[in-house]
């Protein structure tokens, strides 16, 4: 199955922001809807963003709905999370995901519903 690896995590000031990248091994990326969920330590994985294969949805979680950006380019096989105002609760390792059922117009949140993930990247905020 496609393979995914993300880039860009690193520390930032808060009110700093980042761009995460998730590159997608295989030309089949463009068929499947995206995701970005995050592990902070002590709590369970959460839906950050989310956007469909050919970008018409995009969702967001609440708490980032405003600061964070999600694009892709199907063209390079990547999908993008641009994070602008970081706040003390968002650090965290940050996952992209894959729903494998292609040319979906539908999003989902919960992970059960992504069958492949990357490793993650690590974002930090100091002070």
């Known amino acids: 199955q496609v393979q995914l690896v993300e880039s860009g995590g690193g520390l930032v000031q808060a009110g700093g922001s980042l761009r995460l990248s998730c590159a997608a091994s295989?030309?089949?990326?463009?068929?499947?809807?995206m995701a970005w969920f995050r592990q902070a330590p002590g709590k369970e994985r959460e839906f950050v963003s989310g956007?469909?294969?050919?970008?018409?949805?995009?969702l967001y979680a609440n708490s980032v709905k405003g600061r964070f950006t999600i694009f892709r380019d199907n063209a390079k096989r990547t999908v993008y999370l641009q994070m602008n105002g970081l706040k003390p609760e968002d650090p965290a390792v940050y996952y992209c995901?894959?729903?494998?059922?292609?040319?979906?117009?539908?999003?989902?949140?919960?992970?059960?519903?992504?069958?492949?993930w990357g490793q993650g990247t690590q974002v930090t905020v100091s002070s």
């Open positions: 295989e030309r089949t990326f463009s068929s499947y809807a």
């Open positions: 995901a894959a729903d494998l059922r292609a040319w979906r117009a539908v999003l989902v949140t919960t992970t059960a519903e992504y069958g492949t």
């Open positions: 956007i469909s294969w050919n970008s018409s949805i995009k």
